[in-house]
C-alpha cells in the first residue's frame, strides 16, 4: 500500500476570493479532507465529491471533537494511503495547534506540507479600513491570542505590549475582551486609544465596532458581538470610517439567493459576492442530457433539409456539437443553416465552436423570438429543453412555417436543503430568476410560502411573468446578460 501524505491548508478568513491558488490546488486533489468550523460553505463546496469529509468543527468551549483524536484522524487516514487534507481557517501555523498535529505524523513517518493561508489578523482590519501600520501612527504590528486553556487566566504581558507603542490585534479574544482592555488600562494605555472589534471578517454579513479602549467592551455588548471576531487596538483604528471600503460596497449584506443550476451559477454569485453580496447557492433545476436520442441524430443527418437551427437555452449547443461529433461531422455541416440564438448567453455558447448566430432577438424571451422569427422560410429545426415555451412551435403552426422541435435534454428540479433558504424568503432576501423553469423550480421547493417579502430579479418578460403567477413581485432585467441582472438587483438595493 502507498504511502499516504497530509497537507494542512490555511483556508483564509473567510472570504473564499482569499483562498489561495496553491491551497485551491491541494484541496482539488484531497481524498480526504479534515475541516473546522471557521472554513465557510464556499470553500468546502471545493473540495471533489468523492473525497470523504471530516468535520471537527471546533468552536470556543465547545470541542466535540477533541484535539488529540483528531491528530489520530490524520495519522489514519494517512496510514491508508489517503491524500489528506487539514482545512483550517486563516493561516494553520498562526495559534492553530498544528504543532501537535504534526508531531503525532512526524513520529510515523508521514510526509506532510504546509499550506500558508491569509491570516485574519491582518486581513479583517483592511476589510474594516485598518491599516495595522501607517507611518504617522506606528511601526510594529503585534499578534496576540486573546484565548487561554480553560480553567487559567490570559498570559498577556500588558506592560510590555504597551512599550511597542505599535498595533495590537488580539485573537479569539472576543470573551477575554473586558479583560484585555482592562488590561491595557492597568498597564498604563490611554483610555482614548482608537480600538475596534471586526465580527465575521471579510465576510458580507461583517460588523465593526469602533470606540476607544476605554468604552470597548460595553460598544461591543450593546452591539452584541459574538464570535468570531477580533480586536485591534492601536491609532490606525481611527482611520476605518475613512479608510473604510467594504462596508460602502453596493451590495454589502444584502441577501441574494441565485436559483440557476450549479454548473452555471459561478459567474454571477462571483460577482454579485464582489459587489459585498451574501450569496445563497440555491440551483432549483438541472440540465439532463438525453444521451440516446436518435431523433436529434437522424435531423443532424439530414441538416440539409432545413433552413433555421434554433437553441434556446446554452445548454443545447454543447449538446448539439457533441451528436454532430459523433456523426464525424463539424460546423462545416452548418453551412446552409441560418442560426438563431434565444440570447446573448446561448451565442456565446455558439460561438465556442466557431459558430456566430445569425439572429439574437433584443429581448430574452421564447415570445419575442418567435415573433422575430415570423417572417422566415422553414423548415426549422428547434434544439431545446423537453417542456420548453409553446411560443415558437405555436406560432409556426399558425404561419405554416415546417419545423421539427427536437428535445435535447430535460429539466431536472432539484429538491434542495430549502430550511435556510425559508428563513431567508421570509427576511425578504432578493431572488434571481434566469428562466421560467427556475422559476417553477424555486416554487416547488418552497410549497406554501408567502413569497411577497421578496423581490424576484428576472432574465425576461416570460421569467417575470410565470414568477408573478406565484405571488412574486418582480423586476426585469433591461437585457440578457448578467451583467443587466446583477444592474437591476443594485436598482432594488
Request: glycine letters at 10%; aromatic letters at 6%; proline letters at 6%.
Amino acid at each position: 500500500m502507498r504511502t499516504g501524505n497530509v497537507i494542512l491548508v490555511g483556508a483564509g478568513p473567510g472570504d473564499p476570493g482569499l483562498l489561495t491558488r496553491k491551497g485551491l490546488e491541494a484541496i482539488a486533489q484531497a481524498e480526504v479532507v479534515v475541516f473546522d468550523r471557521l472554513v465557510g460553505p464556499e470553500i468546502l463546496g471545493l473540495i471533489p465529491e468523492n473525497a470523504e469529509k471530516i468535520d471537527v468543527g471546533k468552536q470556543a468551549s465547545n470541542h466535540p471533537v477533541p484535539q488529540y483524536r483528531i491528530n489520530q484522524i490524520l495519522l489514519e487516514k494517512a496510514l491508508e494511503g489517503k491524500r489528506v487534507v487539514r482545512l483550517k481557517g486563516g493561516d494553520p501555523f498562526l495559534f492553530g495547534r498544528v504543532g501537535e498535529e504534526l508531531e503525532l505524523l512526524k513520529e510515523n513517518g508521514i510526509p506532510f506540507q504546509e499550506v500558508p493561508g491569509v491570516t485574519s489578523a491582518l486581513s479583517v482590519p483592511a476589510y474594516a479600513g485598518i491599516p495595522v501600520t501607517h507611518r504617522n501612527y506606528c511601526s510594529s504590528v503585534h499578534i496576540i491570542t486573546g484565548h487561554a486553556k480553560a480553567g487559567t487566566e490570559l498570559k498577556i504581558d500588558f506592560d510590555a505590549l504597551r512599550r511597542t507603542k505599535g498595533t495590537l490585534v488580539f485573537l479569539m479574544g472576543v470573551t477575554a475582551l473586558p479583560m484585555i482592555c482592562k488590561g491595557l488600562l492597568d498597564s498604563g494605555m490611554d483610555g482614548d486609544m482608537p480600538a475596534a472589534v471586526i465580527e465575521r471578517g471579510t465576510l458580507p454579513r461583517q460588523r465593526k465596532v469602533v470606540s476607544t479602549l476605554a468604552e470597548l467592551p460595553k460598544a461591543a455588548e450593546n452591539a452584541k458581538i459574538v464570535s468570531p471576531a477580533i480586536i485591534v487596538v492601536g491609532k490606525v483604528c481611527g482611520l476605518s470610517d475613512s479608510f473604510d471600503w467594504f462596508d460602502n460596497l453596493h451590495l454589502k449584506g444584502r441577501e441574494i439567493i441565485v436559483t440557476r443550476p450549479a454548473e452555471r451559477n459561478g459567474s454571477l454569485c462571483g460577482k454579485l459576492s464582489a459587489l459585498g453580496a451574501s450569496v445563497t447557492a440555491y440551483p432549483c433545476i438541472r440540465t439532463v442530457e438525453r444521451v440516446n436520442n436518435p431523433e436529434l441524430d437522424t435531423a443532424i443527418g439530414k441538416l440539409n433539409d432545413y433552413r433555421w437551427l434554433v437553441f434556446t437555452s446554452p445548454a443545447g449547443p454543447e449538446i448539439f456539437f457533441r451528436h454532430l461529433r459523433k456523426q464525424h461531422k463539424d460546423a462545416r455541416a452548418l453551412a446552409n443553416l441560418k442560426i438563431a440564438a434565444i440570447g446573448p448567453k446561448t451565442a456565446g455558447e455558439l460561438e465556442k465552436f466557431g459558430v456566430f448566430a445569425d439572429l439574437v432577438p433584443e429581448t430574452y424571451d421564447s415570445d419575442y423570438l418567435a415573433q422575430t422569427m415570423a417572417w422566415v422560410e422553414g423548415p426549422v429545426l428547434l434544439c431545446r429543453a423537453s417542456e420548453g415555451s409553446d411560443a415558437m412551435p405555436r406560432l409556426f403552426a399558425e404561419k405554416g412555417i415546417p419545423f421539427a422541435d427536437i428535445a435535447c435534454y430535460d429539466t431536472v428540479y432539484e429538491a434542495p436543503n430549502s430550511d435556510s433558504v425559508r428563513e431567508l424568503v421570509e427576511s425578504g432576501a432578493i431572488v434571481t430568476f434566469t428562466s421560467a423553469s427556475t422559476v417553477r423550480g424555486f416554487a416547488r421547493s418552497l410549497p406554501d410560502t408567502d413569497y411577497s417579502n421578496i423581490i424576484g430579479c428576472c432574465i425576461g418578460r416570460q421569467t417575470a411573468a410565470e414568477a408573478e403567477q406565484y405571488g412574486i413581485p418582480v423586476r426585469i432585467a433591461e437585457k440578457a446578460t448578467m451583467d443587466s441582472l446583477i444592474e437591476c438587483i443594485k436598482g432594488v438595493c
